[in-house]
């Protein structure tokens, strides 16, 4: 009898801590960056409930047809397939990661909010604008960067992104973060921005022009919005001159942090300054952010390992229990997969996601 009630007291124990750990993870936990997003919020942003395992198929089969294995030799078909893609990551990304959709070097002593912070500041203060400076955001996402940027500098941002739940989102936290007044969010296509020309003094993108299937068309954009002497700044994804395209494992991890990231191709570090002089830049500055002596970028993917499968099983009980939509659980398994090909990328040295370039557009 004595054995019958010890058995019973191990299982409602373990049962309540089961059930007030997936209560904790579900309702209360969230990155500590963003603090508002839960797990029990998770969407598949612009997309119905009931879309979500359609948007989800109609993505992947992008990357499942074509001579090297995606579907996006027509750019005309990538501005739809990136929409796609942050209808479906967007909540996932803010849950796990925090409203900065980029990563920063480590720096030692300082929490991953910190340096994801100092990485944003850096790039305002190459751009040597004043308070009060019209600045834009090159592809905003959830506006992360813009409200960093916008404390710091007090310039007022703009940020431009392709996907209307990203809008509404950055739009919220702006207003939530009482930096309204400062950020101004558009929905609209960089590579077709609705704004004037000669309009901004300064322009920043962070991670985010990687989405162009011709980095010289979006780059050109900015050089007609800017204002003559204005300075530009991007952070780029590129292939660095370790990548060999005859090792089958390098051409496997950047493949693999395509198809998971929404890319239609990384381009060479050795292309981007020569893209930005033949739109009409003046480079004034290149540097890889990801190189000694920066800290480890890639360190927060692995550490972050036993978050990531976590908050996979939440994901997947809350799909179960139809909370989070179907085809969540498949979209949470393409980002840990994607992760440990761009720790990989990060760890042989064949990629960086902070190859920054200075540009300015002549007087």
């Excluded at 409602?12 to 089961?18: D, I, K, R, V």
């Excluded at 500590?32 to 612009?46: D, F, N, T």
């Amino acid at each position: 009898m004595e054995f019958f009630k010890e058995l019973l007291t191990i299982f409602f124990t373990t049962a309540l801590l089961f059930g007030g750990g997936f209560c904790y993870c579900t309702f209360l936990l969230g990155s500590g960056e963003q603090r508002g997003k839960r797990a029990v919020q998770l969407s598949g942003g612009s997309l119905p409930k009931e879309k979500v395992q359609e948007g989800y198929d109609r993505y992947s089969s992008f990357f499942e047809s074509g001579p090297n294995g995606k579907e996006m030799d027509s750019s005309d078909k990538v501005p739809a397939l990136v929409d796609t893609f942050y209808d479906l990551v967007t909540d996932i990304y803010e849950w796990g990661w925090g409203q900065s959709f980029h990563f920063s070097p480590r720096i030692r002593g300082k929490s991953h909010g910190d340096a994801t912070r100092i990485h944003e500041e850096m790039a305002v203060n190459l751009l040597n604008v004043e308070p009060g400076a019209r600045v834009l955001d090159v592809g905003c996402g959830v506006g992360g960067p813009m409200r960093a940027i916008a404390a710091h500098s007090g310039a007022n941002v703009v940020g431009i992104t392709i996907n209307e739940y990203q809008v509404e989102r950055a739009r919220a936290h702006n207003k939530k973060a009482g930096l309204d007044s400062m950020c101004e969010v558009v929905c609209g296509n960089f590579l077709k921005m609705p704004f004037d020309d000669n309009s901004f003094e300064g322009a920043y993108s962070i991670e985010a022009t990687c989405h162009a299937p011709k980095l010289e068309e979006v780059y050109a954009e900015i050089y007609r919005v800017l204002k003559p002497g204005s300075f530009y700044v991007s952070y780029e994804w590129v292939t660095t001159e370790l990548y060999n395209s005859d090792d089958p494992e390098h051409v496997e991890i950047v493949r693999g942090i395509e198809r998971g990231d929404a890319l239609p191709g990384l381009r060479s570090y050795k292309d981007i300054a020569n893209i930005a002089t033949k739109v009409g830049f003046e480079v004034i500055k290149e540097s890889d952010l990801a190189k000694p002596p920066a800290e480890p970028w890639w360190t927060r993917l692995k550490m972050g390992r036993i978050a990531y499968w976590r908050n996979h099983v939440v994901v997947t009980v809350l799909s179960w229990l139809r909370i989070a939509p179907k085809g969540v659980v498949d979209v949470h398994d393409m980002l840990l997969v994607t992760a440990d090909y761009l720790a990989k990328g990060g760890e042989t040295g064949i990629f960086s996601p902070m190859h920054m370039i200075l540009c300015r557009k002549p007087e």
